[in-house]
């Protein structure tokens, strides 16, 4: 079993910044990639980014990439996702999933086998 805590989360202006953070507890040492998901009011759950903690290889949805940026500690039991120049279609609950199978599709995400609770993110304009 593997533990997800999400924190980080607020409302905050647009153009603002945020960082999440996800800490991973339980069978930490099973974990091949971590990811986070969104999903907005009236949306469904998508991709936001993901990184595999062996490697290091980062993976970002079009929507993020050059505005997110998604790392782990060294110890490699939390996972972060700074979010720069926040817009208000960036509002959603922010959820952290964990991979443990070595998937070839970190954006697909079925894939993830534990998920946190979630986060809010909300961006005013």
């Known amino acids: 079993q593997v533990q997800l805590v999400e924190s980080g989360g607020g409302l905050v202006q647009a153009g603002a910044s945020l960082r999440l953070s996800c800490a991973a507890s339980?069978?930490?040492?099973?974990?091949?990639?971590m990811g986070w998901f969104r999903q907005g009011p009236g949306k469904e759950r998508e991709f936001v980014s993901a990184?595999?903690?062996?490697?290091?290889?980062?993976y970002y949805a079009d929507s993020v990439k050059g505005r997110f940026t998604i790392s782990t500690d060294n110890g490699k039991n939390s996972v972060y996702l700074q979010m720069n120049s926040l817009k208000p279609e960036d509002t959603a609950v922010y959820y952290c999933?964990?991979?443990?199978?070595?998937?070839?599709?970190?954006?697909?995400?079925?894939?993830?086998?534990?998920w946190g609770q979630g986060t809010q993110v909300t961006v005013s304009s």
């Open positions: 999933a964990a991979e443990l199978d070595g998937s070839y599709n970190l954006k697909y995400s079925p894939a993830y086998d534990y």
């Open positions: 990184i595999t903690l062996s490697g290091g290889r980062t």
């Open positions: 339980g069978r930490t040492f099973s974990i091949y990639a």
